[in-house]
């Protein structure tokens, strides 16, 4: 860049600057929302391209979501709608332990998960046949 020696030369590369922060920070908008919308679950299955889903896929899916799950449903149920700093102080600890333990522990989480996957889907199998036979 040469030197500004010049007022309206000053005035004009302080107009270059401008439309090219405005022309960046555009850019910078789009490629986030397009990160945004590729990152959407659904998004991410149809990126897939007809490729077989594993389960250590789903293993990968699974445990990150049950621990932001429950961060949530905690922090909201210590939380509420409460603005006493104490609650939400103790929410946020609660919310930060949980989740370092879900992602120390995630076999367990996974064998918990499980469990009660197995059973819910069998208690509505077992349902659904006894109305069946009746």
Do not use: C, W
Not at 6 to 25: I, P
Not at 111 to 134: E, G, L, P, R, T
Request: charged share 25%; hydrophobic share 40%.
């Amino acid at each position: 860049m040469q030197n500004i020696t010049s007022t309206a030369g000053l005035k004009h590369a302080l107009q270059l600057l401008e439309v090219e922060k405005a022309l960046n920070e555009q850019l910078l908008k789009e490629q986030f929302r397009l990160a945004r919308k590729s990152l959407k679950p659904v998004n991410l299955l149809k990126n897939m391209n007809g490729k077989s889903v594993t389960p250590d896929m789903i293993d990968d899916i699974l445990v990150p979501a049950i621990g932001l799950s429950t961060d949530y449903l905690i922090k909201k149920i210590v939380v509420g709608k409460s603005d006493n700093n104490g609650r939400k102080l103790l929410g946020s600890v609660l919310q930060y332990s949980i989740a370092n333990y879900i992602a120390q522990h995630p076999d367990k989480i996974k064998s918990v998960s499980n469990y009660i996957f197995q059973h819910v889907f069998s208690a509505k199998k077992n349902a659904h046949f006894k109305k069946q036979s009746d």
